[in-house]
């Protein structure tokens, strides 16, 4: 996942179609791209997102 590319996020996205068929390697590969363009995580940004996805069940509960 170290390929660079030139193209921006918005501009990858033109091709692949509302409804595509998203088990296809092509748009994985986009995907990809993107993802690997976008800085890395601050510390700070992933415990926010570990935080988010690890509730206790009675705060999902509240939630939902």
Excluded: N
Excluded at 25 to 47: C, E, G, K, M, T
């Amino acid at each position: 996942m170290t390929e660079q590319t030139t193209s921006s996020a918005a501009e990858d996205t033109l091709d692949c179609p509302a409804g595509a068929d998203h088990g296809d390697a092509a748009y994985w590969a986009r995907v990809r791209r993107i993802v690997d363009q976008a800085p890395p995580l601050s510390d700070l940004q992933r415990a926010r997102i570990r935080a988010a996805f690890h509730q206790p069940a009675d705060r999902q509960e509240k939630a939902a």
